[in-house]
Every structure is written in C-alpha cells, then in structure tokens.
C-alpha cells in the first residue's frame, strides 16, 4: 500500500475571529486641576493616545509651552514632556507666547506641530499679542525634538486680523493644507519641504478666505464668531468642523467636494456642544448681537467644543474637544472681564462617539453620566 503524503491542499487557513470587549467611560475624562488643558487634540500612534492642548494658564499671561500626554487606555493620562519647552526658548524667540490649540500630525512618516502664538514682549498682558501667529514644526518622532518649519509664521495680511486655531490636512495625493481661523474661516496649500505657502502671494500672505460667521443666509447660532477648524475626508467628501462662540460654544460643519472648497454648511444646526445664557449673554450684548434667543442645554457645562476627531477604542471616528464644567462663580475673567470663572472646575478632556448616518453627523452628547461602548477586535486563530 503506497503510503499517504501530506499535502497542503486542504490546510485551513488562519480563519479571523472576532471577540468583544467594552469600552466605559465618563465625561470629562481627565478631572485633575493639573491636567487641565483647553482645546484638545487626540492622535492615535500604534496602541497609544497622545493628547495635547492648550496649557494653562490660558488668558492670564504667557503659559509654558506645548504639552505632551499620553494614555494606554484613553482613560488614564500622563506627562510625556513638552514638544516645546518655553523655559528653554532663546530671549526673543517670535514664538514664545500663549500657545494656543497645539495639534499634532502624522503625515508621510513624520509628526507635524501646529501652534499658535506670539511674542510675549515687555507691554504684554490682553489676549490678542503682537505677532501672534500659526507656527508650524516637524520631528522624527511624536515627542520631539521639534525644528520650526515656518520661521516667520502663517499670517493673514490683515493685521486687524487674529490669525489664530491652525490646523492641517494632508490629502491621499499628498498635497498639504493648512487652515485657521481670524474673522472667518482660511485656507491655503503648503509645500512641507520648504515650509511656504504654495501662492504666498496671492490672496492674504497666501490664504484664501472660504467662510464666514457673516455670511448671508447663516444661522444666528453663529454670528458671534467661529474658529477652530479641523479638516478630514470621510465618505467621499472633505468636512469641516468649527466650533462658535455666540449663544454658547458649539460645533459645526462644513462639507466640500475638494479640500480647498468650495465649503458650504452641512448641516443647518451645530453636531453638538452646549448654550448656557449666563455664560454668553454679556458678550452678546457687548459685540452687537443682544437678541439671541437662548435655549439652554440640560447639561452640567458651560462650554463644549474647539474639537479633533482620532481613532477611537473601537477603531471608529470619536470627537474630543474641551469640556468645561459649570461650577462655583468666583468672579470675571480679563476677557473683557465678561465671562464667568468658577472656582473649583477647568476645562478637561470630553470624548464621544462621531456618528454618521444618512449623510449627517451627530453626537450623542455632551455626556456626563457613565457610558460604555462595545468594541469588536479582529483575532487569527488556527
């Protein structure tokens, strides 16, 4: 009898299965006075979140730098150092200032530093410094060392304008935008091997203005003013998300068909965030626009908002943005001195869940009670 040889013809492959495991969490994430930041960017690199934001203090003075977290859970922060360290800026630097909405970028094997700031110099003290601008840096590695890519900074021509919330998009072409905000919504291409502008001659320094707040036919929800883009492609389309000020802090968007527009609103009301009368209603009257109707969101914040979108738990789009806490009153801040401060709460780190169907996004939040969501991972096995 001729003996049997193996053969591999009817060897299963590895079969991929799925297992499930939850995912809970409660809002804000971060809690801890130290932790506190404002406008919150999240980026997945491997199995770990990185987080930066604005520092603290954010309207009182110069703060100290770039900050860097990181989380193996999404849950639990730490420090991971600052991508810039004011502390050891050279005396002068045009750079070293607030600080403002720092967001980091993985694009082409590099990570890309965006930033908003300005000089801090001897007559400093408002929240609109001289030479505030977008800065732009690059580093091997998501912790640094971080070079500058702009050496003069992205600013709009206008100097009654405050260039301010740059953020960037790198499209599967591998062309390069950067968008921000000042009396509107900006953007413009940028070449990353030189660090200029592609038209930095046309337009304002090389920006073209594609929104505004003032626009005829836009809602009243945002006449007060918008800022903090961010920029993704999903679904065949590029959106843009900007958050508004005027009868609360919330968040819209926009929806083209090309990263550089035409951008037109997506949807006529915010995707979420939150409108509380007391905390705006002085601003309002102060800026021209006192007959806002107010609808209060039965939510404990009074701001929700400036948001990124990163890959969740779940391997799906989820939103962060700063979520501030209603508490104590104790007083006005030096913006104008009209808007509340409380004693006892900072802006902290929100998280949801971004949810598309029938061509609209929304958020089921801003939350604040115990939530969990269940995730679905891949496992091969034999």
């Known amino acids: 009898m001729a003996e049997k040889v193996a053969t591999t013809d009817h060897i299963v492959p590895p079969q991929s299965q799925q297992s499930e495991r939850s995912?809970?969490?409660?809002?804000?994430i971060t809690r801890e006075p130290s932790q506190s930041l404002r406008d919150h960017m999240v980026l997945k690199v491997g199995d770990r979140w990185y987080m930066t934001g604005s520092s603290q203090p954010i309207w009182g003075g110069q703060n100290p730098g770039v900050r860097l977290m990181v989380?193996?859970?999404l849950l639990n922060w730490k420090d991971a150092g600052w991508c810039i360290d004011a502390s050891k800026l050279p005396a002068g630097c045009p750079y070293n200032g607030r600080f403002w909405a720092p967001e980091l970028h993985q694009i082409r094997g590099k990570f890309y530093l965006s930033v908003n700031s300005g000089f801090e110099g001897p007559k400093a003290g408002n929240s609109r410094l001289d030479g505030h601008r977008v800065w732009i840096f690059e580093s091997d590695k998501i912790g640094g060392p971080y070079e500058v890519l702009t050496p003069n900074g992205l600013v709009l021509a206008d100097p009654k304008i405050f260039t301010n919330d740059g953020t960037m998009f790198a499209d599967d072409d591998g062309r390069t935008y950067v968008y921000c905000g000042g009396d509107g919504l900006w953007q413009a291409e940028i070449d990353l091997k030189t660090g200029k502008l592609m038209n930095e001659n046309d337009g304002s320094n090389g920006?073209?203005?594609v929104f505004s707040h003032r626009d005829v036919g836009n809602p009243d929800w945002m006449i007060g003013g918008i800022e903090g883009p961010?920029?993704?492609?999903r679904h065949g389309s590029y959106w843009m998300f900007f958050s508004s000020w005027s009868r609360g802090y919330e968040v819209g968007i926009l929806r083209a068909e090309s990263p550089q527009g035409p951008w037109r609103l997506a949807q006529p009301e915010p995707v979420f965030g939150t409108r509380k009368r007391a905390h705006r209603e002085e601003i309002a009257k102060k800026d021209g626009y006192p007959n806002l109707v107010y609808d209060d969101t039965?939510?404990?914040?009074v701001e929700v908002g400036h948001n990124a979108v990163f890959e969740g738990p779940d391997g799906k789009d989820w939103i962060c943005c700063h979520y501030w806490l209603q508490g104590k009153a104790g007083g006005k801040n030096d913006f104008g001195g009209l808007i509340p401060v409380?004693?006892?709460t900072q802006e902290q780190l929100g998280i949801e869940p971004l949810l598309y169907e029938n061509g609209k996004w929304r958020v089921n939040g801003p939350t604040w009670e115990p939530h969990e969501v269940t995730c679905?991972?891949?496992a091969k096995s034999n």
């Not at 995912?23 to 804000?28: A, L, S, V």
């Not at 961010?230 to 492609?233: D, R």
């Not at 039965?298 to 914040?301: G, L, R, V």
């Open 207 to 209: 920006f073209k203005r």
């Open 23 to 28: 995912f809970k969490y409660t809002n804000p």
């Open 230 to 233: 961010w920029v993704m492609k």
């Open 71 to 73: 989380s193996d859970d």
């Open 342 to 344: 409380y004693e006892n």
């Open 298 to 301: 039965m939510d404990p914040y």
């Open 376 to 378: 679905i991972e891949n």
